[in-house]
């Protein structure tokens, strides 16, 4: 498990593209046949992904956690991009098409990833956030997400905005989760921008073909930043950054929320005009 640790809007202003980079963007999550994780020290959110081909990818503990088991103190949110998989939680296998989500709630000891046809393999996409209490484990598939239908053709950014892990569909903690499809001829997502000081936020950029490109918008308000995104690429946006995109073609994004509130519409919004 990677480990990265928080930075404050004064450093972000001073870096580098490199060093933006080497803070913010996660590149090489999905890797066939592998589990993997990052451990962000921003509101202590767990990033991760799982490809499982020949064999079942299992959940352990880990010293960063310093739990007998991954969710013993943990929630976990997952959504599968990929061929369709089983996840096996406490031995319930729970069948998972193409953009089914997955609530697991605290204090489950067993998780595990397989996929159904190894040639085409599930891409689980993991977010983990601690939690205070226990609540069920919920399946949500694709049609079942609370649908909100966002932007205007003259402003590029129509776009469906699906909520899996939401208080409109079923608890949890304090993790949110969903994901966002823009229309073809859509490339902006999240303009005008926000930021909510109550919540950090984490994008995972998909179905963008190889020489597709996200420009993500981060920074404070008044000195904005950028980040050259690829398919499947995530980024850690801090309370105090925009978090903003426009792409060379429509895409999808995956977004996970942890933070004081499950308020969707706390947010504290920044006409376009005022960003620098």
């Known amino acids: 498990m990677e480990v990265r640790y928080s930075i404050s809007p004064n450093e972000a202003k001073r870096m580098t593209t490199e060093e933006m980079r080497e803070n913010f963007l996660i590149e090489n999550l999905f890797m066939p046949g ?43 949110g997952v959504i599968n991009i990929g061929g369709k998989g089983i996840i096996v939680v406490d031995g319930n296998r729970i069948e998972m098409d193409y953009k089914d989500g997955l609530y697991i709630g605290k204090e489950t000891k067993e998780v595990s990833f397989e996929s159904v046809d190894g040639n085409k393999p599930a891409r689980f996409y993991i977010n983990s956030a601690p939690a205070h209490a226990v609540y069920p484990l919920h399946k949500i598939g694709y049609e079942d ?34 994901l966002t499809e823009l229309q073809s001829g859509s490339l902006w997502n999240t303009m005008p921008s926000h930021t909510h000081e109550r919540r950090m936020e984490v994008y995972l950029y998909f179905n963008m073909e190889e020489n597709d490109i996200v420009f993500h918008m981060m920074g404070q308000p008044q000195e904005t930043r950028h980040l050259v995104m690829h398919n499947e690429d995530a980024v850690i946006s801090p309370s105090w950054s925009i978090h903003s995109g426009v792409g060379t073609k429509a895409y999808s994004f995956i977004w996970g929320m942890v933070g004081e509130n499950q308020n969707f519409d706390d947010m504290d919004h920044i006409q376009t005009k005022d960003l620098r």
């Open 34 to 76: 592998e589990l993997k994780f990052l451990y962000s020290h921003v509101d202590r959110i767990i990033v991760g992904a799982a490809v499982p081909t020949t064999k079942a990818l299992v959940i352990e503990g880990s010293k960063e956690l310093g739990s007998d088991y991954f969710l013993e103190r943990r929630e976990m």
């Open 145 to 178: 997400a609370n649908k909100r239908y966002l932007g205007t053709p003259e402003e590029a950014n129509v776009r469906t905005l699906n909520q899996y892990i939401h208080p409109a569909v079923c608890k949890s903690c304090q993790l949110s989760m969903g």
